[in-house]
């Protein structure tokens, strides 16, 4: 997952010496930014499904409670996913907040007796992600 690699590498080059001093300062930075865009893949390839059931069940294609098996999907997906540090962690979280719990705000407004899990519950399993698997924290 491009985003938490590239900026991997590009704390393992500016903490390291030889390397900062082979590569420079600037390749470093150049890839930690490369690394802000690959977040917007992320978004898209973690949580499209789960907008695209938003999307459907607004247009009566998808019953409401594929959204939420959605969501439950892509959470168990990403559950075990360790980001590079905790900018990173704090970047691609806020980012698939900013995609998904407004989406999923106006879905439960519309169908919010048929699905468990409130605006406020995907809320807080995005914000549990990227801490890696439990007791390896």
């Given at each position: 997952?491009?985003?938490?690699?590239?900026?991997?590498?590009?704390?393992?080059?500016?903490?390291?010496?030889?390397?900062?001093?082979?590569?420079?300062?600037?390749?470093a930075?150049?890839?930690?930014a490369?690394?802000?865009a690959?977040v917007?893949?992320?978004?898209?390839?973690?949580w499209g499904?789960v907008?695209a059931?938003?999307?459907g069940?607004?247009?009566?294609a998808?019953p409401?409670?594929?959204?939420?098996?959605?969501?439950?999907?892509?959470?168990?997906?990403?559950?075990?996913?360790?980001?590079?540090?905790?900018?990173?962690?704090?970047a691609?979280?806020a980012?698939?907040?900013?995609?998904?719990?407004?989406?999923?705000?106006?879905?439960?407004?519309?169908?919010g007796?048929?699905?468990?899990?409130?605006?406020?519950?995907?809320t807080?399993?995005?914000?549990?992600l990227?801490?890696?698997?439990?007791?390896?924290?």
């Amino acid at each position: 997952f491009l985003a938490n690699n590239t900026q991997y590498v590009a704390n393992k080059v500016a903490g390291s010496g030889k390397l900062r001093g082979i590569l420079g300062d600037g390749w470093a930075e150049a890839q930690s930014a490369k690394a802000r865009a690959h977040v917007g893949v992320y978004v898209r390839a973690a949580w499209g499904k789960v907008m695209a059931a938003i999307a459907g069940a607004g247009a009566g294609a998808e019953p409401p409670e594929a959204v939420e098996q959605a969501v439950m999907e892509a959470v168990a997906m990403q559950e075990q996913w360790v980001a590079a540090d905790e900018e990173t962690a704090q970047a691609l979280r806020a980012a698939a907040t900013a995609a998904v719990v407004p989406r999923y705000r106006m879905f439960y407004r519309r169908y919010g007796a048929a699905v468990r899990l409130t605006p406020g519950d995907v809320t807080t399993m995005i914000a549990a992600l990227f801490a890696g698997p439990p007791g390896d924290v």
